[in-house]
């Protein structure tokens, strides 16, 4: 995953009772949010979230909607092999080291955990090809844990809207996990994404449509 860096100009906190306001707003707007990643099992998500770093959902479901009817669990990946899952994940960037990795990932599955995908943090990340923030959305989507999954839209949203500013992703996670009011901490993952995703975009912030612009505290807004 590309580094992150911290903004050159640090955005001033969201106070609480604004932090509340922007997901009560979020929620209105989307009560059920979900990844745009598909998947039908907790090993499916694991999959997806780890071809699609450095690509796009839309990408990996274009490929995983060949691979998973195909083979959906650790063993009938295994019984792909490294060239055989190749075949199915060629168009996705990186594609001969998350092979490499998805392989390895589903003999251990298959050797320690009895081809089931662990709802344990520390054991999710011994897997090859699984880092915190995988982990953390695996929990979250698939087991339904209160964490915090800090991807680039999450680590744009939370410093330039105040929400969380931090100067890597760890700082900025520890700070969303403690700022966000507990009923929201289980879908703000999906909300600040999708946010980050479509509306607090990369090089041109759509404020004008944004729910939440007169709470955050970017001081160079769009103004169409």
């Known amino acids: 995953m590309a580094t992150m860096k911290k903004p050159a100009a640090r955005t001033a906190r969201m106070p609480k009772a604004d932090v509340t306001e922007m997901f009560t707003r979020l929620r209105e707007l989307n009560p059920h949010p979900r990844t745009e990643l598909e998947y039908s ?55 001969n080291a998350k092979a490499k990795n998805v392989i390895a990932a589903c003999a251990m599955l298959v050797e320690q955990h009895g081809g089931e995908v662990p709802r344990d943090r520390a054991a999710l990340e011994a897997l090859p090809g699984v880092g915190r923030k995988t982990a953390n959305v695996v929990l979250n989507t698939a087991f339904g844990e209160p964490v915090m999954a800090v991807d680039t839209h999450i680590f744009r949203v939370s410093n330039r809207t105040g929400l969380a500013p931090g100067k890597d992703v760890r700082a900025v996670e520890d700070l969303l996990i403690k700022v966000i009011p507990a009923e929201f901490l289980l879908d703000a993952h999906h909300w600040l994404i999708l946010h980050g995703r479509y509306v607090c975009k990369a090089r041109k912030p759509d404020c004008p449509q944004c729910v939440i612009r007169d709470l955050c505290r970017f001081k160079e807004k769009t103004a169409a």
Do not use: C, H, M, W
């Open 41 to 95: 099992s907790p090993f499916e998500l694991l999959v997806a979230v780890t071809l699609s770093a450095q690509a796009t959902d839309v990408g990996v479901n274009k490929a995983t909607r060949k691979l998973f009817p195909v083979a959906n669990t650790p063993q009938a990946i295994l019984a792909l092999g490294e060239d055989g899952l190749k075949k199915y994940i060629a168009t996705i960037g990186l594609y």
